[in-house]
């Protein structure tokens, strides 16, 4: 079964500083995809970006971009110029294309904490 | 345009008793599923359903009931409350089954708590 493992279970970081969260994840299969969702204390959940895993390209979305090492099984989030409202838990997500549904096997989460 | 709405916000039950979580969705979505959401273990489906009249287990299934007698509904059932159930519960839906370009959109989450 596929697994992903967040080993960071907080962070924190400088507002405007940058902050990288890790994310490794465990298949045996070539083609996926994989997330990074937010959750700031409201508790909604707010997809923040997505990879095909057949794209060698650096998915990018405003100031979060991700670093996908395929063959290290490593997807990991950059977040520029952190800013106040980023402060959240972040969660990797990891979603296999042989399943026949939208199913998400999820990390533990990271907490990040955005220091004024 | 309401999206995935969840009822209750916050549920808390005694021991053995039973309850049903809400879950409506104003999208059209084929898919949607259940998820609980635990300390330090992320987010685990429970149960998920691909149509009407279509339901499967997630990996955390033990102690809870679905089923989706309609497109836009998909309520979970706890027959017997137990403290182990204690939890957050987020609803998600996304419009096609397959698709990876349909993302999934959540709820806002039904706090419960087993006494």
């Known amino acids: 079964a596929q697994t992903v493992t967040q080993s960071q279970p907080e962070m924190s970081v400088q507002e405007a500083e940058t902050v990288t969260l890790s994310c490794t994840y465990d298949?045996?299969?070539?083609?996926?995809?994989l997330f990074w969702y937010k959750q700031p204390p409201s508790r909604q959940m707010i997809l923040v970006i997505r990879q095909e895993a057949y794209k060698q390209q650096n998915a990018t979305e405003n100031r979060f971009s991700v670093n996908f090492q395929k063959a290290a099984k490593s997807f990991s989030l950059k977040i520029s110029d952190s800013q106040l409202g980023d402060a959240a838990m972040y969660f990797c997500a990891y979603r296999s294309l042989m399943w026949g549904a939208q199913k998400l096997v999820f990390g533990q989460g990271t907490r990040l904490t955005i220091n004024p | 345009n309401a999206g995935v709405t969840q009822t209750p916000k916050f549920q808390v039950l005694k021991t053995g008793q039973s309850m049903t979580l809400q879950c409506a969705q104003d999208m059209n979505h084929e898919y949607m599923s259940w998820y609980r959401q635990d300390p330090g273990m992320g987010l685990r489906l429970i149960h998920y359903?691909?149509?009407?009249?279509?339901?499967d287990q997630g990996e955390v299934p033990n102690g809870y009931n679905v089923s989706r007698s309609t497109t836009e509904d998909f309520p979970l059932r706890l027959l017997s409350a137990a403290p182990s159930q204690t939890s957050v519960y987020f609803c998600?839906?996304?419009?096609?089954?397959?698709?990876?370009?349909?993302?999934?959109?959540f709820g806002n989450g039904t706090r419960l708590t087993v006494t």
């Open positions: 298949t045996s299969e070539s083609d996926y995809y």
């Open positions: 359903s691909v149509g009407a009249g279509i339901t």
């Open positions: 998600a839906s996304s419009y096609g089954v397959k698709s990876a370009n349909s993302p999934l959109h």
